[in-house]
């Protein structure tokens, strides 16, 4: 019967061990010893020898999407098939009114079309402030 109740025992023991060490840990919770103080590393000079840099370097070569655009309409579905080359389409923007100018589909700015060597620019006259980009994503 001692080899039966090995086993048990065993179990027991673990059990108990279990509790033992489960009182202790919420007995130090309970009574917290004083924090030490965690000395970190001043990120401000940005320490080049080590690697570490803390300038916006990193992401400058990250590809947005550019997008600037002279205005928008809805169409009904039948007449979009219709429409054929040399079609005209009405959009709500308005000869002379400022370009709204989009990175990744987020209005930054406005601007006014200019033309450059036959190509296509445009002119930014008003950029939108982060605070004003934060204020339309909440409406």
Not at 6 to 15: K, L
Not at 91 to 101: I, N, R, T
Not at 117 to 124: A, P, S
Not at 132 to 138: A, H, M
């Amino acid at each position: 019967m001692a080899d039966e109740n090995e086993p048990q025992t065993t179990v027991e023991d673990d059990w108990g061990a279990a509790m033992a060490e489960q009182e202790q840990s919420e007995s130090a919770a309970l009574d917290p010893k004083p924090a030490s103080a965690t000395v970190f590393k001043d990120f401000a000079g940005g320490d080049l020898k080590t690697g570490t840099h803390n300038d916006i370097d990193f992401i400058l070569d990250i590809p947005v999407q550019l997008t600037v655009e002279l205005g928008r309409t809805k169409i009904a579905i039948k007449n979009l098939l219709q429409l054929a080359q040399g079609s005209v389409v009405e959009l709500d923007g308005l000869a002379g009114e400022p370009m709204d100018v989009l990175v990744n589909g987020c209005l930054i700015a406005q601007g006014e079309v200019v033309v450059v060597n036959d190509k296509f620019g445009i002119r930014l006259t008003d950029i939108i402030t982060p605070a004003e980009r934060i204020r339309k994503l909440n409406r």
